[in-house]
């Protein structure tokens, strides 16, 4: 891949909670460990406690990044289009965060006098030395996920080519609960039901043919009147068909469901994935 193609890849937004925590933990530990074998900014003759309060303000100020990352600025952004070099500018400006969080420990309990222009050319600094490496490591982090994500993929696409479906398809009626609306399908023509805003569209194949409906209903209403267990929530925006799945593919930022050529490829959420995958290998094999 081209260094373009790298950078424009996509890349998930969040790892999960664990996989958060985890890493603040290292930053923590490899913060704690520079300061007290290499005492920068004059701590030679500090005492352990004052060491470790570096690594204290580290972990407080990655917490909080975290916090403000997956409670405030989640809100305003769409995960399905966070890409790699968006990752990387969060990444560099959570790194200026914890060098002002560090400088301002320092000037505190060391009474180092620091100008403005002399906080700044030490961050400008940091990100110039920070940016490659910085950059290096989500690109491999995100070919990691890439290769794993395929090959979970690739297992459960050879296991759905395998599965011949003869299921004769069950009358739905899904009706709305605020209008005199009804939409009438069967198990076998609905493929997926997406969620937009107070509607769902709900998408089938009618001899060949894709058919698309708008009606004012919440998923989690439409899956009630569902009552199939074929059909699931994969993600907070899609109910699915998991006997209408022609493959599954995937990147960094997880897997997709496959409904067809000409048709979207609906995510399947961190949240919803262990139990959509447990369902398609119970389906198909």
Not at 19 to 47: H, R, W, Y
Not at 119 to 141: C, D, E, N
Not at 228 to 242: D, G, P, Q
Request: hydrophobic fraction near 45%; glycine fraction near 4%; include cysteine.
């Amino acid at each position: 891949m081209s260094i373009i193609e790298n950078i424009t890849a996509p890349f998930p937004y969040t790892r999960g909670f664990i996989s958060e925590t985890l890493s603040i933990l290292k930053v923590c530990l490899l913060a704690t460990l520079i300061f007290f074998f290499f005492k920068p900014f004059g701590l030679e003759q500090a005492n352990t406690l004052l060491i470790l309060g570096f690594g204290f303000v580290v972990c407080l100020s990655a917490v909080l990044n975290i916090i403000i990352s997956l409670y405030v600025v989640r809100a305003f952004i769409n995960e399905d289009k966070w890409k790699v070099w968006k990752e990387v500018i969060r990444t560099v400006i959570y790194l200026c965060i914890n060098s002002i969080a560090i400088i301002i420990y320092a000037n505190y309990n060391f009474d180092i006098s620091l100008g403005v222009f002399t906080i700044f050319k030490f961050i400008g600094v940091t990100v110039i030395l920070a940016i490659i490496p910085i950059s290096i490591r989500v690109v491999s982090i995100n070919n990691w996920l890439l290769k794993n994500k395929l090959k979970e993929a690739q297992h459960l696409s050879e296991g759905i080519k395998e599965n011949i479906g003869d299921d004769e398809g069950v009358i739905i009626e899904l009706r709305s609960n605020i209008v005199n609306d009804v939409v009438k399908t069967t198990t076998n023509n609905l493929l997926f039901i997406e969620a937009e805003k107070n509607y769902i569209i709900i998408t089938e194949l009618k001899e060949n043919m894709t058919n698309e409906n708008l009606l004012r209903l919440s998923l989690i209403k439409a899956l009630e009147q569902i009552q199939n267990e074929h059909f699931i929530r994969c993600h907070r925006s899609y109910v699915v068909n998991l006997k209408a799945v022609k493959k599954v593919t995937g990147n960094s930022q997880g897997l997709k469901l496959v409904f067809g050529d000409d048709l979207k490829h609906v995510p399947v959420s961190r949240s919803y994935k262990k139990e959509v995958t447990e369902k398609l290998q119970t389906f198909l094999n």
